[in-house]
């Protein structure tokens, strides 16, 4: 199973176009205002008023914080077939036997002093770059599956058309703030040379901020290459313009494909995502406070790493936790334990002045229904609440991360949006007091045609774009269309409607004279 803010320009850097995408007038131009829900709408990434759901108190941190310290020293993590991390780790004091490291107390600690807490991922355009850390919450698209449910209704293979609808998708979502990565595998083309596509699709169909390749050092090395070309090569230097995935193979190994990736781009100042993939139960013990220490142990050490190849490189404390059916086992969510998780790795990685990334709008159902909806809010809300800085499958997760769904994509982002005006600090100025309408109206009277009704109406509450509210007469009338339905025809519309936004001549025809020279060079492989 395949799961897994920025500066203007400066002078090393090329200037860049605006989103290009037109603006509508009319009716439907002001549903989609007071929805803040339509294309050309586009939010910025949250910066969160509300404060973190904390589950753990400050003696259980500690105790995970010293279990942990425990299984670096004396278990050890395991760092695979790649004799150039073992030797860092050997130069760095700790103890190398084998393949296994085992790390003295406090070294990972000290490591990671030079980690940045808060780092800016830049965007070709300067609107829509990124903050990672802090206050700060950005939600990605789904990442990983080599499936789609698309708008006929079909399970298939994904396709490199399906992985272009998505990145159009996430481009014209007011409530996506970043590209992602894999938004799905796209199955057609070879496997040593799909990564191309799949940036330069990002580069190309979007200008947010987006994911690199992770399934082979080459591959990583493509990404930076094609950064280069669009960013200019001093300024990926000095600045973070892509960030990736770096999964532990969990329980407590690191293996050479994810070690040679965070290798380069760590070497190159970008980001890298060290995140332990956890089946509680298979993965990491069935407690929360056993797959809570697993997990730090595992950031530490993959964290610390990056720091070895290059001190003050980004790194996010990452976690994926999800439970399995004793039954079956298989994956499940929207359940208890893995949001406890979550909640608890929040205030680990914090201590450590790391960002954070977890959660999504995870689900197990096949298909986008009252199953996908109830387990999608429940990781959704405790990844908000927990604080997460990085939220990756924020929208389109079906069947455990087998499927990208279009009409999951499209219901979840209009949840996106909900928890972004969550987030939002409340209005205390005079007009979130409200006085002159409490004292308009008074006693016995209604507030629906007051003037601070009238003034405020078109933004007061948010307006879903998938929910129906009206009349059961409205909505038989309106051919009794599901939520899915209404989901369907909304990303038809958006596709159809779809405009790239401008990219320099000159950069685009080096990007793809690039990506046609690495495809000569190497023959087709699909496996």
Same mark, same amino acid.
């Given at each position: 199973?395949?799961?897994?803010?920025?500066?203007?320009?400066?002078?090393?850097?090329?200037?860049?176009g605006r989103s290009g995408r037109s603006e509508r007038g009319g009716a439907a131009a002001r549903r989609a205002a007071r929805a803040g829900a339509g294309p050309g709408q586009q939010l910025t990434y949250i910066r969160r008023a509300l404060k973190p759901y904390e589950v753990l108190d400050e003696e259980a941190l500690a105790l995970v914080e010293a279990n942990a310290d425990t299984v670096l020293e004396e278990i050890g993590i395991e760092f695979r077939d790649d004799p150039e991390a073992l030797a860092l780790w050997k130069e760095a004091g700790a103890d190398v036997r084998g393949d296994r490291v085992h790390f003295p107390k406090g070294l990972c600690r000290q490591l990671l002093k030079t980690a940045p807490s808060v780092f800016t991922q830049h965007a070709r355009n300067p609107e829509r770059s990124v903050e990672i850390g802090g206050n700060a919450t950005?939600?990605?698209?789904?990442?990983?599956?080599?499936?789609?449910?698309?708008?006929?209704?079909?399970?298939?293979?994904?396709?490199?058309?399906?992985?272009?609808?998505?990145?159009?998708?996430?481009?014209?979502?007011?409530?996506?703030?970043?590209?992602?990565?894999?938004?799905?595998?796209?199955?057609?083309?070879?496997?040593?040379?799909?990564?191309?596509?799949?940036?330069?699709?990002?580069?190309?169909?979007?200008?947010?901020?987006?994911?690199?390749?992770?399934?082979?050092?080459?591959?990583?090395?493509?990404?930076?290459?094609?950064?280069?070309?669009?960013?200019?090569?001093?300024?990926?230097?000095?600045?973070?313009?892509?960030?990736?995935?770096?999964?532990?193979?969990?329980?407590?190994?690191?293996?050479?494909?994810?070690?040679?990736?965070?290798?380069?781009?760590?070497?190159?100042?970008?980001?890298?995502?060290?995140?332990?993939?956890?089946?509680?139960?298979?993965?990491?013990?069935?407690?929360?406070?056993?797959?809570?220490?697993?997990?730090?142990?595992?950031?530490?050490?993959?964290?610390?790493?990056?720091?070895?190849?290059?001190?003050?490189?980004?790194?996010?404390? $990452?976690?994926?936790?999800?439970?399995?059916?004793?039954?079956?086992?298989?994956?499940?969510?929207?359940?208890?334990?893995?949001?406890?998780?979550?909640?608890?790795?929040?205030?680990?990685?914090?201590?450590? $002045?790391?960002?954070?990334?977890?959660?999504?709008?995870?689900?197990?159902?096949?298909?986008?229904?009252?199953?996908?909806?109830?387990?999608?809010?429940?990781?959704?809300?405790?990844?908000?609440?927990?604080?997460?800085?990085?939220?990756?499958?924020?929208?389109?997760?079906?069947?455990?991360?087998?499927?990208?769904?279009?009409?999951?994509?499209?219901?979840?982002?209009?949840?996106?949006?909900?928890?972004?005006?969550?987030?939002?600090?409340?209005?205390?100025?005079?007009?979130?007091?409200?006085?002159?309408?409490?004292?308009?109206?008074?006693?016995?009277?209604?507030?629906?045609?007051?003037?601070?009704?009238?003034?405020?109406?078109?933004?007061?509450?948010?307006?879903?774009?998938?929910?129906?509210?009206?009349?059961?007469?409205?909505?038989?009338?309106?051919?009794?269309?599901?939520?899915?339905?209404?989901?369907?025809?909304?990303?038809?519309?958006?596709?159809?409607?779809?405009?790239?936004?401008?990219?320099?001549?000159?950069?685009?025809?080096?990007?793809?004279?690039?990506?046609?020279?690495?495809?000569?060079?190497?023959?087709?492989?699909?496996?």
């Amino acid at each position: 199973m395949t799961m897994m803010a920025g500066d203007d320009e400066t002078q090393d850097r090329p200037r860049r176009g605006r989103s290009g995408r037109s603006e509508r007038g009319g009716a439907a131009a002001r549903r989609a205002a007071r929805a803040g829900a339509g294309p050309g709408q586009q939010l910025t990434y949250i910066r969160r008023a509300l404060k973190p759901y904390e589950v753990l108190d400050e003696e259980a941190l500690a105790l995970v914080e010293a279990n942990a310290d425990t299984v670096l020293e004396e278990i050890g993590i395991e760092f695979r077939d790649d004799p150039e991390a073992l030797a860092l780790w050997k130069e760095a004091g700790a103890d190398v036997r084998g393949d296994r490291v085992h790390f003295p107390k406090g070294l990972c600690r000290q490591l990671l002093k030079t980690a940045p807490s808060v780092f800016t991922q830049h965007a070709r355009n300067p609107e829509r770059s990124v903050e990672i850390g802090g206050n700060a919450t950005v939600f990605a698209p789904v990442y990983g599956p080599p499936f789609v449910r698309d708008l006929d209704g079909m399970r298939r293979y994904a396709t490199i058309e399906d992985f272009r609808n998505f990145v159009k998708l996430a481009y014209m979502a007011p409530s996506i703030h970043h590209s992602g990565g894999t938004v799905c595998e796209p199955v057609d083309v070879p496997v040593n040379k799909r990564h191309l596509d799949m940036v330069f699709s990002h580069m190309r169909y979007s200008d947010k901020p987006f994911m690199g390749s992770v399934t082979a050092p080459d591959r990583a090395e493509d990404t930076v290459a094609m950064a280069k070309i669009l960013f200019g090569e001093d300024f990926v230097d000095q600045n973070t313009v892509v960030i990736n995935l770096i999964n532990a193979n969990s329980p407590m190994v690191f293996d050479e494909t994810m070690l040679g990736a965070a290798k380069v781009y760590a070497r190159a100042n970008q980001a890298c995502i060290v995140t332990p993939f956890i089946l509680a139960g298979a993965m990491s013990p069935v407690t929360v406070i056993g797959t809570l220490t697993q997990v730090l142990a595992e950031v530490m050490a993959g964290a610390a790493f990056t720091q070895l190849v290059r001190p003050g490189a980004p790194v996010l404390f $990452g976690t994926f936790a999800s439970s399995i059916s004793m039954q079956s086992g298989a994956p499940t969510f929207g359940t208890p334990e893995p949001s406890l998780v979550s909640y608890g790795a929040a205030q680990l990685a914090r201590r450590l $002045g790391l960002p954070f990334r977890t959660g999504g709008s995870l689900t197990g159902s096949k298909i986008p229904d009252a199953q996908a909806a109830y387990e999608s809010a429940n990781t959704l809300n405790s990844t908000v609440l927990a604080g997460t800085n990085f939220v990756l499958h924020a929208a389109g997760w079906l069947e455990g991360g087998l499927v990208s769904s279009y009409e999951k994509f499209m219901m979840d982002i209009d949840q996106l949006g909900m928890q972004q005006r969550m987030c939002e600090p409340l209005d205390v100025s005079e007009n979130g007091q409200a006085m002159d309408a409490i004292r308009e109206v008074g006693p016995g009277s209604h507030y629906l045609g007051c003037a601070h009704t009238q003034a405020n109406f078109q933004t007061a509450f948010y307006r879903s774009s998938i929910a129906d509210n009206n009349s059961f007469e409205q909505w038989a009338a309106e051919g009794e269309k599901t939520a899915a339905q209404r989901a369907n025809q909304l990303a038809r519309s958006w596709l159809e409607t779809y405009q790239a936004p401008p990219l320099d001549p000159g950069i685009e025809e080096g990007l793809l004279d690039f990506i046609a020279k690495r495809k000569e060079a190497m023959p087709d492989a699909f496996a």
